[in-house]
């Protein structure tokens, strides 16, 4: 059974950092361009990031010099740094690979 499992959501301040992770159950996530997504409240699903099998990752402009995707072969995982948090990066983030998404992480960023 293909599966991925997000965690490392939560609730932190303006200015502060998460790392989200994407754990890949069933398939070689690293074998698959993987995206990171994102819906806030009301608001239709936006994608965040990407990643291609040789590790190049994309961006949307409104992430760029903040967040970064990464990958570890070895735990099947793919990650999310996010720093310099605002609060309008406040949604749920939603991991994919292979048409399949996970439940997504809840990430609230507020003071």
């Known amino acids: 059974q293909v599966q991925l499992v997000e965690s490392g959501g939560g609730l932190v301040q303006p200015g502060g950092s998460l790392r989200l992770s994407c754990a890949a159950s069933?398939?070689?996530?690293?074998?698959?361009?993987s995206y990171w997504y994102r819906q806030a409240p009301g608001k239709q699903r936006e994608m965040v990031g990407s990643i291609s099998r040789n590790g190049r990752t994309n961006y949307a402009e409104f992430v760029k010099g903040r967040f970064a995707i990464s990958s570890d072969n070895a735990e099947n995982t793919m990650y999310l740094q996010m720093n310099s948090l605002k609060p309008e990066d406040t949604a749920v983030y939603y991991c994919g690979a292979a048409d399949v998404w996970g439940q997504g992480t809840p990430v609230t960023v507020s003071s």
């Open positions: 069933g398939i070689i996530i690293s074998k698959y361009i």
